[in-house]
């Protein structure tokens, strides 16, 4: 089965996992809307990825944010395309129809039609079309006009030269422009030592002991469990009668176990304990019964023996012929139940384990993302935290009669962060001890921390790091600048090639046909890559 979870824009990494790892599912469809607090990082996407599968839950993202969707490809998360092929349809739905062959024939016809009824203005007397004012005038325009016509031509015309003379000055004296990418040598030194961080506010270089936060977290869970133990339950159904004594005076002992066989059920009970049923009295020459109360029991259990009113003879007293089976009689006073024969769920050992270590690891999982993205811009040493479980309830004991139990717990977490830009500077002390960094610059820093071990008498951590160093060539931009102007192009490319510092250059000059480095410092570009 594959569950469906509607993320709201404002639902941030800590709430999208949580909902992940509770979900009862193992495919989840996550459906984001666009501008989603997720689409601010690809860090969000690989963290979901990463719990997700170790939820044992596949994840799957429907958006319409180009943005989210990259960043799932990216984090390798599959994507569900379902809804760009109804916004395609959408569109489809919107277009206007398109005309037939034979609507835009007709249309054609109408639009001839109506030119044809505009009927050119025709003149019935010749005066009408030649009068020699007219002429002179008309004569006298068209002189006008052709004046006018050369005043422009000759006034474009030096618009025109002044244009390409201000082109050229342009292209040749202030546009060009030289680009040189340079490629600087480089080297890598590894860094291998043990460092310690702690709520300081400096750098102890002696000790080598980075400033670092102390960071804590808490998180409650709680969840129900199915108990998966069987066992079969039987009990034996009692209830109370009243022993009935008519034979004598004489009070009558009944041991414990005596026998009761109902009239009406033919089931047998056992009386749970030793009685004495008082004699008989005997009143105006009649004998009037005493009696008793006491327990019986069933023979057997299961719910068969349980039984509504009903009269008990003693079996014991007709298997010896004797009188008194008639005279010694017993009666229900109240209903005979709780007899059961049934199987139960119980609590098994193995239950109780997996129930706390599902916990844990929730838990676990819970606290870890919320710690990795609320310091997401530090170093965190590895595993450079800590987690402690307390559980809020008691949890069953083997064997307890139980369908499902419930497992609550409180999680804290408490660990340490370091800013990047400490660790670069305890690096460069360290490296400078062995290597001069007089020509050289720090490009980047990859760190790789192990083993943490935490102090219990104060707030430390401490921890092999294997420290990666990039270093490049210093190159002075500035002056390379004014030792490289006015320089033609292979000049310049043997003077790169001598300098020790670069490992390799690109030189562009714009425009194409320019062969020589400008004058104007302004005009020339070094890249550093």
Known sequence: MTSVIYVKKQDDLVKVVEKVITSPENEVILVIPKNSVLAKSYFNFEILKREAEIAKKKIFIDSLDQIIRNFSKQAQIELIDQTFEEKKQEIADILSPQKNEEEEILEEKKETESIRDKKEPRFEKID??????????????????????????????????????SF????WFKLPKTTIILYPKKTQKVIETSLACAPIEKIDFENKILPAKLVKFER???????????????TFAKGKVKIYNAFSSAPHILVKTTRFLGEKSN????????????????????????????????????????????????????????????????????EIKGGESKEVSIVTKKDIENATTSIEKTLTSLLETEFLE???NYLVPSKGYRIKIEYENQLPKPGETKNEFSVKAKAFLEGFVIEKKNLEEISKKILSESFNLEKWEITSVKEDFSNPEFEEEHPMLRFEAKIKINLARKINTDLLKEKVKEEKKENLKKFLSSLDEIEKAKIIFWPFWIKKVPKNLERISIEIK
């Open 128 to 165: 009408e079309i030649w009068k020699p004012s007219v002429k002179r005038d008309s004569l006298k325009k068209e002189i006008i006009k052709s004046k006018s016509i050369k005043k422009k031509f000759y006034l474009v015309g030096s618009f025109a030269i002044i244009g390409i003379i």
């Open 168 to 171: 050229v000055y342009l292209f």
């Open 220 to 234: 409650v869970f709680e969840k129900s469990f199915k108990a998966t133990g069987k066992k079969k339950i039987e």
């Open 267 to 334: 089931k047998l009970f056992y009386l749970t304990k030793r009685v004495v049923v008082p004699g008989a009295k005997v009143i105006e020459g009649k004998i009037v019964p005493s009696s008793l109360e006491a327990e019986i029991i069933a023979k057997e259990p299961g719910p068969e023996f349980n039984i509504g009113s009903d009269k008990f003879w003693l079996p014991a007293f007709k298997e010896r012929g004797s009188p008194r089976y008639y005279k010694v009689w017993a009666e229900t006073t109240q």
């Open 374 to 376: 609320k310091t997401k």
